[in-house]
Structures are given as C-alpha cells and as structure tokens.
C-alpha cells in the first residue's frame, strides 16, 4: 500500500512520521488511557522497543511493503495528537484500520475526521473494496464513531491480537461514497 505525502481535513494533517514525531508517539503509546483498548505487552511499550518499531516504520517508508501508519497532526498547534493506519489482515480479507489518539482531544470528532480522510484515500487511489476494524465491545465510544463513519457490524469476531472475541466492523467503498 502506498502511503500519501499529506492528507488534510478542517483541522488536522495526516502524514507520514517523522523522527520528530517520535516523542509524542512515545508519550501516548505508554498512557494507559490512551491505549486502554490497544492490545500491547509492557515489553512492547519500553522506550527501547518502540523507537526500534518507530524507526523500522519510517524507514520502510519507500519499500514495496511500508508500515502504513500515519502522524495525526492538529493544524492550528501543529502539536502531535495521534496516529491512524491501515494493515493488511493475516488472513488475507482484506485490510483493518487502526487509531489512536491523545485523550485531552476526545470527544471533539477528531478521531472520525482523521477516519474519513483516511477512508477518501483508501478507497479513492488504494482501489481497497471495503475497511475493517476491530473493536472491543467494552470501547462504546469507538463502537458509536464506527456506526458514524457507516460502518456495519458484522458481529463478534476472533482476532489475533485480542484474546476475546470483538466486534468486527465494515466499511465499502460503495457504501462509504454514498453517505
């Protein structure tokens, strides 16, 4: 999949990473709050492990198989508020959406406007038939954006990175164009 140079909403700029992003990837991978539905070990959040991540994922950047995540960047502060991205499923069914952003910008709609930019890009020069994402039935508030964005449950699922079932939602790219 191929990553966008820069991808804007009203508020927010959607961009590869940058070496400078890194702490604020840091500060909000390690804040429990932010990751509470985020499925990592302790050993996967140690500083040294994440920037061996942080850069792997910023230097596959121009490979044939880059790790495509994306800085979420407010426009007025230019401060890093989070990260979104697509990631191919194990299974090959296609491709699940992640995010996650900082908690002192919850519940102003940055999570859905970040979403629905990325969902324009994926659907509009990825050519991707439909989005996934997977989501802890205990996460009511991304369970509700997920409905917002048009996305339809599919019911209870297994995922590798979950040890208990979550709900599996899905977006088409008819669907999504057509809202």
């Known amino acids: 999949m191929r990553l966008p140079d820069l991808l804007t909403t009203d508020r927010l700029l959607l961009r590869p990473h940058m070496a400078e992003d890194f702490e604020g ?21 140690s500083k040294e492990q994440l920037s061996q991540f942080f850069e792997q994922a910023i230097s596959s950047r121009n490979s044939d198989n880059p790790v495509f995540g994306l800085a979420i960047i407010e426009k007025g502060s230019r401060r890093y508020v989070g ?47 439909h989005i996934d994402t997977f989501l802890v039935p205990a996460n009511k508030p991304s369970l509700v ?11 209870l699922s297994d995922h590798h990175e979950y040890d208990q079932p979550v709900h599996r939602f899905r977006v088409t790219k008819e669907s999504f164009l057509e809202a």
């Open 25 to 45: 990837f840091y500060s909000l991978i390690t804040n429990s709050e932010a990751t509470r539905y985020v499925n990592l070990a302790e050993e996967e959040r």
């Open 83 to 129: 990260f979104c991205g697509l990631s191919p499923l194990p299974d090959g069914s296609g491709t699940e959406t992640y995010y996650v952003l900082d908690p002192a910008i919850w519940g102003q709609g940055y999570a859905s406007e970040a979403a629905a930019r990325l969902f324009e890009f994926a659907f509009s020069v990825l050519a991707l038939p």
């Open 145 to 155: 954006m997920a409905e917002r964005l048009g996305m339809k449950d599919m019911g």
